[in-house]
């Protein structure tokens, strides 16, 4: 559903804010817009860790930081926490981004 309400609207890139079911479900998106050769093929998310790193596996953290086109960290700990579980090519997608507005603008 998300490929085609996507394709249909000439959207190429997918961001899920989450590393959780919307993360999975923008990555099928993505892989199901590949293999057609339409639709979304980029795909990123961000990545929050506090609920995601308590259960690597069933958040396929691995997979996910690995397939996705890039990843926003909230901290520095939340980046070296993906490091930690996945492979080095991964890890120049993994940017670094603050939550929060700066109070003097």
Known sequence: MLWSLASGEG??????????????????????????GSGPTAWTFMMHGSTEFT???????????E??????CISYYTRSQLMMVSRSQSWPAYDVIHCGVDPER
Do not use: E, P, Y
């Open 67 to 72: 397939s996705a086109a890039g990843v926003a």
């Open 11 to 36: 959207i190429t890139h997918l961001h899920a804010h989450h590393a959780n079911v919307a993360s999975d479900v923008a990555r099928l998106a993505t892989d199901f817009g590949t293999h057609v």
């Open 55 to 65: 259960d690597i596996q069933r958040h396929d953290l691995k997979a996910k930081s």
